[in-house]
Each structure stands twice: as structure tokens, then as C-alpha cells.
């Protein structure tokens, strides 16, 4: 009944916490931040239309996943802090990076997907520069896949010019995914990411397409160029990729240099970075450039890759995470005075390559030099590999139209687990 | 129907080991057979005097055993199997216990009084009963002190057991009147006092309306008062404690008196025998802590009507208090240091002395100056010592302002004395006194550093050096530079301590491989150093830190090898891996926050993950919930490729979340699944149901925890954005358990401040859980699935927004479900969501939000609405 006077003790000449409690402390603080990160990331899609709302959004370092850890290390926090509104106001480096960070590349398809003829359309790529456009505040800019600026101009896509037409709020901007093609300087579109200040990230390839079909040509942006429509646009012929679609954008006539097929899964979401949910194809017929070339334009006789320095001195690939290729020793990087993040060129001699579980393993990698400047991004794995089966064994177009034809009907086995408790 | 249990309760407290277990096998197979009357012939037993004592002391322990257990399930279930027995067989145990109350037996006596307590805990709250009280005030007129004073002794009992609010003032009124008598200077015996001062502290807290009373206060007041006075040591002592809780309890009322108990303790701490003095300057600490309570609470703006004033007793006090309380501080006993129990008239004037600091801040240090200046340089110990601790001690309260300077005057002295003082009573308070240094004058958020590029090499050397020295010394040594390593945490990219971050460490490791450093806690010090030390690393020193990490691994390699242990032996084993668990775990924590370094040391993962698998094959739960943080860690650094430790790291995983003896475990591992989720994402889709299946046995169970209950909650949502769709089969088990759930918490009842913390953290835990669903569902097919639910979280997050109770976090994420909710949902929901309070005033209120956060995930939800409405 009376007070244990032990109880009445203090801590004597103890700290007032234990180490063991501040560890579980930062434990359990960290897991709610990352929990916080995750349910920020999942809604960040959306919150990238925003109309320029106060306070920071930290949308934009959610909306890339990093690509290529490593690369920018000197990025500045503030320049992670933006949303889209904001990036599409960015000018220089800062725009650069953002941008550079913005693209859905496709992988190289190296076997068919099963589903090909039931999930996926397929459309002729045009040859050209791929670029990101942006209209805002009475403006037009293009900016290609390592960010910098292809051209600043006056469009006729929502207030993508100084016009008196105003049908919106001139800071609700609209973003395209472009190919520059340079025969009949046009930007033909292959892909809407947002329209009108409405995202379309989180939408499937089916809606953005029938989207961008249905908004493009009502702004009169696909009419010739005029003293406020400087480029004209264009969208490009997508098809269901059955056999008369894939026959249709293999051999159909296209006013564009084709350079290879695309295609798009049709519940794909509009990812930045390498996905396999969109995947490129080339052969001799459909491309001018099926195998790469080398910085003379000349297609070398080894194949060769550009590969990223990391830290380590690992050599990788763009993806994510990346694949390991090779590694250079400490004594090499000093002595040539390369750092990490520099993007390095190498050639693969044929008997040094063996495939394992379908990855590429190379025995032996020649260094041949640092890769052009403008380049922002090494190879992918899918890119290296397909390079070098288009120089052994390619997947040719009849295996393309085999693999439709002997579509098996349904294939997707349930194998949902029931719960034991 | 009773049986005769003589012999079977003494032979149960046989030395004979078989006659024992024989004994207590026939007494559970009895009390299995007929609880009733099983019980009466206990009480019977108990009341009977002609019965041997030990019998019946044993009879009533059982007794108490069958109304209360610790665990809350086990008491529950007593309590119900106590109501539903039959009402004569209660009305007959119930008479033989007040019958025993009279008994000449004293622990017959005392053991009744204790089970009637316990009975009265049960039945008062139910009406049932209601005579007991009047009965045992009946008692109090009797003429014989041995029932007096046991019936005073069951009023302090039954005052423990019983909430104020069951009984009823006038009752209340009788029993502190007959308590206060009992106390009182006239009564003859000494027993009787005794008990009745006893009662009186459990009694204080139905006193309120009393302590509302002029008149009744200030007798109860007085009464106290002249009991510190009484010849017995014991009464004294105990009157001391009721002026404790007093002073906790009844603060605001004590203005008047104080005067008069200041006299009375400073008397008691001069010239009163220990226990009762350690009471007399427990009260001023108590007054401390109620004034810095009060202080911290409004920072010192008070207005008329703030809930309670600070009346400054301290302050007022201060002139005579503070040299009360420095004379303690020489009254040291010769191997406190050593003897981790010890607690002393030093060790309470100091710890005093240092809340008093707390309590006045600037106004301490004038005061205390003098004695330091006096006594630090004298020939005794006792002295330096006295005069070192009291400087320690002045050193959290006051402003750095004033602090400053004396400490830049003083750091040489201390420095000194730590390497040359001949007392290791002396240098184990200067070291700890240098902790206190760095603890609160030095570091990222202080103006003018105590430490500087100059001194920060001759601090250090010591402190190493002073590593070396006696267990006691070296551990206070190792906790300074555990304060100084903090004050460099936010250094940035250089940091003083790298040019001596190697010697540091190894230091520390000399420190953990000293032969005596299980004394004094220094192994753990040496530990802990090294974890705060790895935390202040840099960039700079981060290739040592690497090092550390195989050589750490070897270490707990070693400890996992060891074999035929004693077990005094493997308890030191066990401490040690948990140690080295716990370092590891701050390690791949630093070295996984950076890109370069996580690459590198992901080289380590599977042996670490290796090691940590074979920690968990020993059964010891600190060791566990230090293993299952690092694993935490490593997951999140390893990202998908934790994916292949999955299948030899499960079965601890699902171990973890069965501990429910251990919650710390359980809290923690529930912890890990969502790291497991954000670094697996769907990859742990195989692992769902196991988890799952053990997570909603955990939310069931009554006898695990309930603070581990929100955090499973939010690991819903965090397996469900990892799994997405593939949540689907989980809904039908997780959604009315949230349902229910948030029922409970949109509307509990939350009269106190714990109780509504811990309502705000449920319904935290399960809005993330509605967050991640929602979340893990958008864009699905199966969205669908949601919609039959959709109208229940709404009209949670209306009624959270009525209730006006919620805290900034809740109001962050209940808001944020509102937007997913409408993101996930869209067109299907807009008319649900236009009916809402929560889509007009809520999210008006939580858009016009101070508060970044709310206001942020107002926006999104703004936006997600206009969407949902419009599409």
C-alpha cells in the first residue's frame, strides 16, 4: 500500500534516454517517412497538374524513379523540389535535368510478347529526334531526350503561342512526346502526357491515344505552319498490332522516313525511363539504322556500347537497377582521368559475349572512349542485346507474324492462394 | 461441503519437493472439481483461529490469486468467474473475511484485508456490495487497536482497488474522517497511526472535494503535518510520502502551507533518520517536476485562466533551499559509484538540485557559484566531489548565456582533474559532469561552441585516456563523448572529429574488449558510443566506418559460436549480440542513406543477413528486436534484391509477429513488413498470406499490447501499395476489422490525454491502412471492390471532423484519404463525397491549415475531388 520508495528514484547521473530507445526511435521514425514517401509517390501522377498551388510539391523526384543512380550527384535539392507546372516555367540546367528525367523509352524487343496481337498496337516509328514539347504561358518549347533545347516557337497547341484565342487558363500547359523529323520539319506525336493541364500519366496507352487523336486536331495544330504555328504537327497511324495492323505499319505507306516499330502495350501507364510495357523493333526494311553507329557514322565492325562508370568503377547499363557489364580498376580511372557518371564507349568482340538466363555477359569489354557529349543516358540491356542479335540472329518480322498467328487463346492460370488462418 | 484443507495448504508449502507438487496438484484438481467450494473452504480456513497461521496465509493468498492476475485477459476472466458464482457462496466468503479482520492473527488480518480489496474492486463498480463500507466504518468505533488498525489498513486497500468515482461523496467523507482520526496525535497506539497514515496516501485521491474544503484541508493539512513529527520512524516516514502526493495531486492548493513544510523538511533532511529525509527532498523534486510541467505547458504566458498557475514556490524557496540541498551533496557514501541500487542523501540533494535548476533556470547559478569555487579545490574528496556534481548538475536550466562563460573558465580544470585527481569519485563525476557539458552547450543549435578547433584535440585525448581508466570512470567517459559526438551529427560534410575518427573507434573497441567491461554498464557506454559516433560519420570517415563493419561481424560471429555456456554465461552473450546487432543496425542504416556507400556495402549483406539468422535461433528478445531493426535496415537497402533472404528470414518474420508476450518484438517486426513492403513492392506478394494471416490473429487477440495495434493497421495499407489488386482476398478479413476499429476510435470516450493519444494513433493507423488500400486499388479492374465501402470511411472522416478531437497527424491523414478515396474511386463516389462534411468544411478548414503538411495533402485532395466530381 505504501509507495515502494524505489520508485521515487531518479536517474542519477544517467542520461535521460538509452541509446537502445533512440535506436528504435529513428527506426520507427524513418518507416514512417518512407511510408509517408510511398503514399506520396502513389499520389504524385495527379498532383503533377496542380495548378501551380502554394507551397513546394515533391512531386517531381517521385515521378522518376532514379534511372541512373549516380549520374547527377551534384543535383541541388531545390531542383528535385518542382512540380510540372513549375518545370514547364524551368529554364537551363535545372529544365535540363527535369526533362532529360520525363521520357518513357521502350526497350528493344528481343523476343515477342505472348499477347502481342490481344494487348498491344503497334505503329511505324518516324525517323528523327525524340523530344518532350511543352506549351505554357504563350509558348512553345522542345527539349530532346538529354534535356537541352531543340527549338522555342510558337504553336498552335493550348497556349503554346500570344494569341488572343484564350480557351483556358494560360498557365495550364500541355505536354507531348514527339519525334522531330527533319525532312518535313514536323513534330510527329507519339504519345500525350498532358493535355490542357490534365495529366495523362496515369492513364493506359488506350486512352492517351484515343485522347491525342481526338484533341490534336482541334487546336489546328496539325495545320501547315503559320506566323504563330511555326512547326506543323502530325500524329502518326497507330494500329491494333493483329495481322493486317502489324502488316499495315511494317509495309504502309507514311509521308516519314520510318526508322523501326513501336509498340505499346495498351494498359501501360505512361512511365519515365526504360519500360518493357513499350518496346522498339527494327529490321533492314523498316530502318535506315538498325545497326548503331559509331561517332563518324559509320557502322563499326565490333559492335560497340556505351556503358556508365559508376563509383565502384562497375561499367553499367541505363536500367534500373542497372546491369554490371564490366569494371574498371581504380589505377585505370585515375590514370585516365575518367570520373563516375561518365558515359564511356566500348566494343564487344563476338566470342567474348554468352547469354545466361537471357542476360549478356561480356568476357571482354575494349575501351574505345568517352561517348558523344550530347548523350545523356548509356545503353539499356535490351538495346545491347538486340544490337547483337541483329548481328547474329535476328528477330525477323515473319517471327513477328508467327508469333500472332499461333497466339494460344488464354493462358493465365489462376494461382490465387487461400488463406490458411 | 467444505473439505478440510489443513494439511494439503501446509504440505503445499512443504521443503519436500514431491510432498509440495502433490499438495498443489490436489489443490488444482480441487478448485477445478468445485470452485465454490473450493473458495469457502479457503475462507473459511482464513477466518478460522484455530487454524495454524501459515495455512491460513496461504488460504488467502489463493484467495487473492483467484479475483486478480497481471495480465489483463486472465484478470478479466477472474473478475467474470468471481460475478456469475452463486450470491450466498460470495455473502459467505465475504462474512468470513470481515470476520478475520478481528482476528488476533496480524497476517490473517492483513492477508483479509487485501482479499476484501479485491472483492471491492470487483463489486463496487457494479453495485454490488454497497454495505461494505459501512461495515468497516462500524469497525473503526471498536474499542481493540488490532481492528482498528486492520480495518484502516483495508479502507488504504480498498482506496488502491477502487476508482473515486464509485463511491459516493458521503462515503468518501466518512472514510477520510475515519482516516484523519486514525492519524491523529491523540490516538494511542502506534499500529493504528501507522496504518491510518498509510490509508491516507491511497485515500488522497478522493479527497478532491475535501481538498476543495478550507476547513477539511487544512485539517487533513495539519494532521500530515504533525505526523512527520511523530516519535515512529515509520509514521514519519509515511507522512512524508502523503506530502509527496500531495504535492503532486493537490499543487495548486498548497500555497499556504508552505512555509511551514518547508521548515518541517529542512529539519527532516538535517537531522531525520535516511528513508525519511530521502522522503523530505522528495517532496521539492515533486514540486519541481509540477512546475516545470506547468512551465513547459505554457512557457511562462499565463493568463487568469490557464488550467493551473505556477505559484513559483521554488523560486521563493530558493535562497533557503539551495544551500539545504548542497549540504546533502557532502554526505557521499564510499562506493555509490559502484553500487548500481545506491541511492542516498547525495544522490536525491543532487538530482534535487539539478530539477531545481530546471525549475528557475538563471537564478540557480549565482547561488550554487560560491559552494563550487569553495570546495572544488579542497584536500577531502567529498568535497571536490560535492562541488563538481553540484556544477554538473546546475548545468541543464540556465541559459547558455550564463553558462557559457563559467564552463569556458572551468573545461581546463575539468580536464585536469579527470586525468589527475587521486578520487575516482572525483573524476567519475567530472566525466559525467563533461557529458552534461556537451549535452547542452555544445552542438549545431548553439551559439558559442564550447568546443573548438583548439581544444577539441585536448578534450578527446582525454576522454580516450580517460577510457582507460576504472570501469565507473571510463563508461562516464565514454557517455561524454557520446554528447560530444551528437554535437557534430548535423557538422555537414566536415567534421572536427575526422582527423581523430580512427583512433576514436578503436579506442572504443579497446574499451568493449576490456576484461571488467561487464562493470559498471561500460561495455553497453562503449556500444552506444560507437553507434553515436557512426551517426556524426561523415563522408569523410565513411571508409572507416566500413571497416567496422566485417570487424563487427566477426565479433558476433565469435558470440554465435560459443558454445556450452553457463547461463549466467549466454545472458552475458545474448546482452553482447544484442549490442553488436544494435551497432550494425546504425551502420547499414548510415552507410545505406548514401548511393556510394550502400554499393559498397552491400559486398557484406549476405553474411550480415547470415549472421542475424543465426541470432534469431537464440531466444531472447532484446536480441530479437535488435536483429529484426537491423533487418528492417538492410531491407531498405538492399531494395527488390531482399528478395532472396525472404525465404530463410520468414519463419522469424512470422515468429516475431507471434510474440505477444514480448510486444516491444512484435511493435518492432510489424515495423519490418513495411520496410519488407516498400522494398519488395509486389515481390513479397508470396509472403502476403502468411503475414496476413498472423497480423489479423495479433488484431484479435486481447492479450497482445495495444499499443502494437496502430502500427498493424498502417502495415495494411503498406502491404496493400505493395501488392495492389492482389490485396483483393484480404479485404473481406481487413476491411471490417478497420470498420469496426474506426467505430471505436471515431467516438471514444477520451477523458484523458493518454487515452485520446493513443485514439489518435489508432485512427491514424487506420487511415493509412484506407490510404494504401485505396492506393494499392487505383487504376485496377477490381476498383469495385471498394465501393461497397466507401460510405462507412466517409462517415468516419465526418465523424472525426465532429468529434474536434484529432490530432495534426490525423488531420493530415484523414484528409489524404479523402483524396484517395476520390482518385481511386472517381465519377462512382462524387455524389457520396458531395453529401460529406468532410468535402466542404473539413477540407476548407484543413486548406486554410498552418501546417505545410495538411495543407499539401488538402490540396491533393482538393484536386482528386474536382476530378471525381467533373469525370
Known amino acids: 500500500m505504501a509507495p515502494p520508495s524505489h520508485d521515487l528514484r531518479r536517474a542519477y547521473k544517467r542520461p535521460a534516454i538509452s541509446d537502445q530507445q533512440r535506436r528504435r526511435e529513428l527506426a520507427l521514425l524513418r518507416q514512417s517517412q518512407h511510408r509517408a514517401d510511398s503514399h506520396h509517390r502513389a499520389r504524385q501522377l495527379a498532383s503533377s497538374l496542380l495548378p501551380s498551388s502554394e507551397g513546394p510539391l515533391r512531386t517531381e523526384q517521385e515521378i522518376e524513379p532514379e534511372v541512373e543512380p549516380g549520374t547527377e550527384p551534384e543535383v541541388e535539392p531545390e531542383a528535385r523540389v518542382l512540380d510540372a507546372p513549375r518545370a514547364a516555367k524551368l529554364g537551363g540546367a535545372e529544365a535540363r535535368r527535369w526533362f532529360a528525367r520525363q521520357i518513357m523509352l521502350p526497350e528493344w524487343m528481343i523476343d515477342a510478347p505472348p499477347d502481342l496481337d490481344r494487348n498491344w498496337y503497334v505503329f511505324p516509328r518516324p525517323a528523327g529526334k525524340r523530344c518532350f514539347v511543352v506549351s505554357s504561358n504563350g509558348t512553345t518549347v522542345s527539349r530532346l531526350r538529354n534535356g537541352s533545347v531543340l527549338h522555342h516557337f510558337p504553336s498552335s497547341l493550348p497556349n503554346g503561342a500570344r494569341t488572343k484565342d484564350k480557351s483556358g487558363p494560360s498557365s495550364s500547359y500541355s505536354i507531348l512526346d514527339c519525334i522531330f523529323h527533319e525532312p518535313d520539319q514536323t513534330y510527329y506525336v507519339i504519345d500525350m502526357v498532358c493535355w490542357r493541364g490534365y495529366s495523362l500519366y496515369d492513364c493506359s496507352a488506350e486512352f492517351r491515344f484515343f485522347w491525342l487523336n481526338s484533341k490534336l486536331t482541334e487546336t489546328g495544330a496539325c495545320n501547315p505552319p503559320s506566323t504563330y504555328h511555326k512547326y506543323r504537327f502530325s500524329i502518326v497511324p497507330i494500329y491494333e498490332c493483329t495481322e493486317q495492323g502489324l502488316h499495315a505499319a511494317y509495309s504502309g505507306v507514311v509521308p516519314y522516313v520510318k526508322d523501326g516499330l513501336l509498340f505499346y502495350n495498351k494498359q501501360a501507364h505512361y512511365q519515365t525511363g526504360n519500360t518493357p510495357l513499350a518496346l522498339v523493333w527494327k529490321d533492314g526494311a523498316c530502318s535506315q539504322y538498325l545497326l548503331d553507329t559509331d561517332s563518324k557514322g559509320q557502322v563499326p565492325s565490333q559492335q560497340q556500347v556505351v556503358l556508365e562508370l559508376q563509383e565502384d568503377g562497375k561499367l553499367t547499363t541505363s536500367d534500373d537497377p542497372p546491369h554490371v557489364f564490366g569494371c574498371f580498376d581504380r589505377d585505370f580511372i585515375q590514370k585516365s582521368g575518367l570520373r563516375p557518371g561518365n558515359l564511356l564507349r566500348f566494343a564487344i568482340r563476338d566470342e567474348s559475349v554468352r547469354l545466361v538466363d537471357g542476360k549478356m555477359e561480356i568476357s571482354d569489354l575494349q575501351f574505345v572512349g568517352r561517348s558523344n557529349r550530347a548523350r545523356a543516358f548509356a545503353d539499356s540491356h535490351s538495346k545491347v542485346l538486340f544490337q547483337y542479335a541483329a548481328r547474329h540472329s535476328p528477330l525477323r518480322i515473319e517471327d513477328l507474324f508467327a508469333c500472332i498467328r499461333s497466339s494460344p487463346t488464354d493462358e493465365d492460370g489462376s494461382n490465387d492462394i487461400e488463406m490458411a488462418g | ?871
Open chain 2, 1 to 871: 461441503m467444505a473439505m478440510e484443507v489443513t494439511p494439503i495448504l501446509l504440505n503445499a508449502q512443504s521443503v519436500d519437493a514431491t510432498t509440495r507438487k502433490h499438495a498443489e496438484e490436489t489443490l488444482k484438481q480441487f478448485q477445478e472439481q468445485n470452485l465454490p467450494a473450493f473458495l469457502l473452504s479457503l475462507s473459511g480456513e482464513l477466518s478460522n483461529n484455530e487454524k495454524p497461521v501459515d495455512s491460513r496465509r496461504l488460504a488467502g493468498l489463493i484467495l487473492k490469486n483467484a479475483l486478480d492476475a497481471k495480465e489483463l485477459h486472465r484478470k478479466n476472466e477472474l473478475v467474470q468467474r468471481w460475478l456469475s458464482l452463486d450470491a450466498g457462496v460470495k455473502a459467505q466468503i465475504k462474512a468470513c473475511l470481515l470476520q478475520t479482520l478481528s482476528s488476533p492473527a496480524p497476517d490473517a488480518r492483513s492477508t483479509a484485508s487485501q482479499v476484501i480489496a479485491k472483492i471491492a474492486g470487483i463489486e463496487l463498480p457494479q453495485k454490488q456490495w454497497p454495505e461494505l463500507i459501512g461495515t468497516l466504518l462500524s469497525n473503526i468505533h471498536q474499542l481493540q487497536p488490532h481492528v482498528k488498525q486492520a480495518t484502516l489498513e483495508t479502507l488504504g486497500y480498498l482506496c488502491e482497488e477502487v476508482s473515486p468515482q464509485v463511491v459516493d461523496q458521503d462515503q468518501v467523507n466518512k472514510i477520510l474522517t475515519a482516516v484523519v482520526q486514525g492519524m491523529n496525535a491523540s490516538e494511542a497506539s502506534a499500529d493504528v497511526r501507522l496504518a491510518a497514515t498509510r490509508a491516507l496516501y491511497n485515500a488522497l485521491g478522493f479527497a478532491q472535494a475535501n481538498f476543495s474544503n478550507d476547513m477539511e484541508r487544512d485539517y487533513i493539512m495539519r494532521v500530515v503535518c504533525e505526523a512527520t513529527l511523530s516519535p515512529e520512524v515509520k509514521i514519519r516516514q509515511a507522512a512524508f510520502e502523503c506530502l509527496v502526493a500531495i504535492s503532486s495531486t493537490y499543487y495548486e492548493k498548497l500555497a499556504s502551507y508552505m512555509q511551514d513544510i518547508f521548515n518541517i523538511t529542512a529539519k527532516a533532511v538535517r537531522e531525520d533518520e535516511e528513508p525519511v529525509a530521502l522522503q523530505a527532498i522528495e517532496f521539492w523534486s515533486s514540486i519541481c517536476e509540477e512546475e516545470i510541467d506547468i512551465l513547459d505547458e505554457y512557457g511562462g504566458d499565463f493568463t487568469a485562466d490557464s488550467d493551473t498557475p505556477c505559484f513559483y514556490f521554488i523560486k521563493q524557496a530558493l535562497p533557503a533551499l539551495v544551500p539545504m540541498l548542497l549540504e546533502t551533496l557532502l554526505k557521499q557514501e564510499e562506493d555509490q559509484d559502484q553500487d548500481e541500487g545506491a541511492w542516498n542523501l547525495a544522490m536525491a540533494g543532487g538530482t534535487c538540485l539539478g530539477l531545481v535548476a530546471r525549475t528557475v533556470g538563471d537564478d540557480i547559478v549565482p547561488l550554487v557559484m560560491p559552494f563550487i569555487e569553495e570546495n572544488i579545490t579542497k584536500p577531502d574528496w567529498r568535497q571536490r566531489e560535492a562541488a563538481t556534481y553540484a556544477f554538473g548538475s546546475i548545468l541543464e536550466g540556465p541559459s547558455p548565456d550564463k553558462l557559457t562563460p563559467i564552463v569556458n573558465v572551468a573545461l581546463n580544470f575539468m580536464l585536469t582533474a579527470l586525468m589527475k585527481d587521486p578520487s575516482n569519485h572525483v573524476k567519475d563525476t567530472t566525466a559525467w559532469t563533461l557529458g552534461r557539458i556537451f549535452e547542452f552547450l555544445h552542438g549545431s543549435t548553439v551559439e558559442v561552441p564550447i568546443i573548438t578547433p583548439e581544444n577539441c584535440p585536448q578534450i578527446l585525448t582525454v576522454l580516450l585516456q580517460s577510457m582507460k581508466d576504472v570501469p565507473n570512470v571510463a563508461e562516464k567517459a565514454c557517455g561524454a563523448l557520446y554528447f560530444l559526438a551528437q554535437g557534430y551529427e548535423d557538422a555537414g560534410s566536415t567534421s572536427p572529429l575526422s582527423s581523430f575518427f580512427q583512433d576514436i573507434i578503436q579506442a572504443l573497441l579497446t574499451v568493449t574488449h576490456r576484461e571488467d567491461a561487464g562493470e559498471s554498464r561500460l561495455r553497453t557506454a562503449a556500444y552506444e558510443t560507437l553507434n553515436e559516433v557512426v551517426r556524426s560519420s561523415t563522408d569523410e570517415t565513411a571508409p572507416v566506418v566500413m571497416q567496422l563493419v566485417p570487424v563487427l561481424m566477426m565479433e558476433l560471429h565469435q558470440t554465435l559460436e560459443a558454445q556450452k555456456l553457463s547461463s549466467d554465461e549466454r545472458e552475458k552473450q545474448n546482452e553482447l549480440q544484442g549490442l553488436l546487432c544494435g551497432c550494425l543496425q546504425v551502420i547499414i542504416q548510415k552507410l545505406g542513406a548514401s548511393e556510394t556507400t550502400k554499393y559498397a556495402f552491400m559486398q557484406y549483406a549476405d553474411q550480415i543477413m547470415d549472421l542475424f539468422l543465426r541470432v534469431f535461433a537464440c531466444r531472447n528478445a532484446t536480441v530479437h528486436e535488435e536483429a529484426m531493426l537491423a533487418i528492417g535496415a538492410l531491407a531498405y537497402a538492399a531494395g527488390p534484391n531482399f528478395v532472396k533472404y525472404m525465404p530463410g528470414f520468414y519463419q522469424y518474420l512470422e515468429m516475431g509477429l507471434q510474440n505477444f508476450e514480448e510486444y516491444q518484438v512484435c511493435a518492432i517486426t510489424v515495423g519490418v513488413v513495411g520496410d519488407l513492403c516498400r522494398a519488395l513492392e509486389d515481390k513479397i506478394l508470396p509472403f502476403c498470406d502468411g503475414i496476413m494471416t498472423q497480423l489479423l490473429k495479433d488484431l484479435s487477440s486481447n492479450q497482445l499490447h495495444r499499443s502494437v495495434k496502430p502500427p498493424i493497421f498502417s502495415c495494411f495499407g503498406d502491404i496493400a501499395l505493395a501488392i495492389g489488386e492482389n490485396f483483393e482476398k484480404y479485404l473481406i478479413y481487413a476491411m471490417p476489422m478497420l470498420q469496426s476499429a474506426a467505430e471505436l476510435s471515431a467516438r471514444a470516450a477520451t477523458a484523458d490525454d493518454e487515452m485520446l493519444e493513443y485514439t489518435n494513433q489508432l485512427r491514424n493507423g487506420i487511415l493509412e491502412a484506407y490510404s494504401g488500400i485505396l492506393q494499392g486499388f487505383k487504376n485496377s479492374p477490381k476498383t469495385q471492390l471498394l465501393m461497397p465501402y466507401a460510405a462507412h470511411i466517409l462517415q468516419f472522416l465526418d465523424t472525426l471532423y465532429n468529434e474536434k478531437d484529432m490530432d495534426d497527424v490525423v488531420m493530415k491523414t484523414a484528409i489524404g484519404v479523402l483524396g484517395d478515396l476520390a482518385d481511386t474511386l472517381g465519377s462512382h463516389v462524387g455524389p457520396l463525397i458531395n453529401q460529406s462534411v468532410s468535402s466542404k468544411d473539413f477540407l476548407e478548414e484543413c486548406l486554410l491549415s498552418d501546417d505545410h503538411l495538411i495543407k499539401e495533402s488538402a490540396d491533393w485532395a482538393k484536386l482528386a475531388i474536382s476530378r471525381a466530381v467533373s469525370g
